[in-house]
């Protein structure tokens, strides 16, 4: 079971880590309104922060939650947390950050996507819930996709490097999609990291819905010296 933690930054430049539930018990003006950190869930805890602004990672084993305005490091928290992926030979390429600011441009530019020749269009459900960090029973999608004919694209997000654990994640959001909202309509699982690992391309060479992608940053400076009238 996941436990749902709130990463800050110290003022000495680290990182400050709590309980979620216990952080929220202490500074009662973050507590989302209508609800109680004793009695609801931690799931309804982490909807009700996500509508005001909070952005969130989750991973196989915790949620990280990070306040509105908290510019955190990516390898500061994997660090602190202990984490590692595998070797990554493309040091020196441009990656985001955080997987919110993946999650972020991707969502926002998804339009511009052709994925097996199809264009894609952010999904919505019928309460108005768009498909960026999609609540299911299973976790949340990174974003949901839709086609013009119906059927449904499961984005997993990496920022840096894809590993095989990867394959497991998106093949349950899928499996979930499928079951409920996505019936008779093809299921499609685009797996996006800035570098795909060998053991990535092992566990979805098997998996004919799954495709990999890597991305790359393009950071360019335009020269404006247009004069303002």
Same mark, same amino acid.
């Given at each position: 079971?996941?436990?749902?933690?709130?990463?800050?930054?110290?003022?000495e430049g680290g990182l400050d880590i709590?309980?979620?539930?216990?952080?929220?018990?202490?500074?009662?003006?973050?507590?989302?309104a209508n609800m109680d950190p004793t009695?609801?869930?931690?799931?309804?805890?982490?909807?009700?922060?996500?509508?005001?602004?909070?952005?969130?990672?989750?991973?196989?084993?915790?949620?990280?939650?990070?306040?509105?305005? @908290?510019?955190?490091?990516? =390898?500061?928290?994997?660090? *602190? %947390? /202990?984490?590692? +992926?595998?070797? !990554?030979?493309?040091?020196?390429?441009?990656?985001?950050?955080?997987?919110?600011?993946l999650r972020d441009f991707l969502a926002?530019?998804?339009?511009?996507?052709?994925?097996?020749?199809?264009?894609?269009?952010?999904?919505?459900?019928?309460?108005?819930?768009?498909?960026? @960090?999609?609540?299911?029973? =299973?976790?949340?999608?990174? *974003? %949901? /996709?839709?086609? +013009?004919?119906? !059927?449904?694209?499961?984005?997993?997000?990496?920022?840096?490097?894809?590993?095989?654990?990867?394959?497991?994640?998106?093949?349950?959001?899928?499996?979930?999609?499928?079951?409920?909202?996505?019936?008779?309509?093809?299921?499609?699982?685009?797996?996006?990291?800035?570098?795909?690992?060998?053991?990535?391309?092992?566990?979805?060479?098997?998996?004919?819905?799954?495709?990999?992608?890597?991305?790359?940053?393009?950071?360019?400076?335009?020269?404006?010296?247009?004069?303002?009238?």
């Open positions: 079971m996941a436990r749902f933690i709130v990463v800050k930054t110290s003022s709590h309980p979620m539930k216990e952080w929220l018990r202490l500074h009662t003006d973050s507590i989302p009695l609801s869930t931690s799931r309804q805890l982490l909807s009700g922060l996500k509508r005001n602004g909070w952005k969130f990672e989750e991973t196989d084993s915790e949620v990280r939650l990070f306040p509105p305005g @908290e510019a955190v490091d990516e =390898v500061l928290v994997k660090a *602190v %947390l /202990g984490e590692s +992926d595998e070797p !990554n030979d493309s040091e020196g390429n441009q990656a985001f950050g955080l997987e919110v600011q926002g530019n998804i339009e511009s996507l052709v994925i097996n020749g199809n264009r894609l269009h952010l999904y919505v459900d019928p309460t108005g819930q768009d498909g960026v @960090e999609f609540p299911t029973a =299973v976790g949340f999608i990174d *974003v %949901l /996709g839709i086609d +013009d004919d119906g !059927n449904f694209y499961v984005f997993e997000l990496k920022r840096d490097v894809g590993s095989d654990r990867v394959v497991g994640q998106i093949a349950r959001y899928m499996g979930w999609v499928q079951s409920t909202i996505g019936k008779k309509k093809k299921m499609h699982g685009i797996i996006v990291a800035k570098q795909i690992g060998k053991k990535l391309r092992y566990a979805a060479s098997i998996i004919p819905s799954v495709s990999l992608y890597e991305y790359q940053v393009d950071f360019q400076l335009n020269e404006s010296n247009d004069i303002l009238s």
